[in-house]
């Protein structure tokens, strides 16, 4: 597609379960980063990667969440044992190299509920 | 590290005046520094950013931004609001990756 693709859009599930989110970048794109979003506030840097290496995932609140992008495209971002704190909107973004001043593209999101 | 702060959650305005939203930063090296732009239910989009080339940055939708490293501020303009710039707006800044650390946002409101 043209641009960064999310899925689900919403996702509601409940505390203790795990989910995964999925990231599709624009096709080519180099670096993908994850950030987490709470209601009024800035996006919160996760993580992101150069192609398929994890670069910095020193933004990742603890070890419940992970991210992997084996092939250098498309990522998941997983939380596991979900809890209501993790309720967030959860956004991908990907850049066509990996140059500190490079227009990020962000997607629409996924919203996350724990119930 | 690095930090960003927008000054007022809120700003409103009406149609035809200025807009003025305030982003102040903290770095210990020169930065870089972008506006971002999210209207609802769409990912955020670069207004403009400052890569050191040039103190005063246009973007797009008539919007700049002037760096001023003795004042830590990157503070966005538009000499005349429209209706369709209402939306939130978002200061950052990065400094050796890609990883952009953001302001808490600013909502602008436009009135007829």
């Known amino acids: 597609g043209a641009g960064v693709s999310q899925s689900p859009r919403y996702k509601v599930t409940k505390r203790g379960q795990d989910v995964a989110l999925r990231c599709d970048p624009i096709?080519?794109?180099?670096?993908l980063y994850w950030y987490r979003q709470a209601l009024g506030q800035g996006p919160e840097f996760l993580t992101y990667f150069n192609y398929e290496a994890q670069q910095d995932k020193s933004g990742l609140p603890n070890d419940r969440f992970s991210a992997e992008r084996p092939e250098g495209s498309i990522s998941t971002l997983t939380i596991q044992r979900t809890e209501q704190r993790d309720s967030a909107m959860y956004r991908c973004?990907?850049?066509?190299?990996?140059?500190?001043?490079?227009?990020?593209?962000f997607g629409s999101g996924t919203q996350l509920s724990v119930l | 590290a690095q930090s960003v702060t927008q000054l007022g959650s809120h700003v409103s305005v009406s149609e035809g005046a200025l807009v003025l939203l305030r982003c102040n930063y903290s770095s210990s090296v020169p930065p870089y520094l972008f506006w971002y732009v999210q209207y609802p239910n769409q990912g955020l989009q670069l207004l403009l950013k400052y890569t050191s080339a040039a103190t005063l940055v246009k973007g797009i939708n008539g919007f700049e931004a002037e760096f001023k490293k003795s004042e830590t501020s990157f503070h966005l303009t538009k000499p005349s609001a429209h209706m369709s710039d209402a939306a939130e707006y978002f200061c950052a800044v990065s400094v050796n990756t890609g990883k952009l650390i953001f302001g808490q946002g600013t909502t602008l409101q436009v009135k007829p």
């Open positions: 096709s080519g794109h180099v670096s």
């Open positions: 973004a990907s850049s066509s190299n990996r140059g500190t001043n490079e227009k990020l593209f």
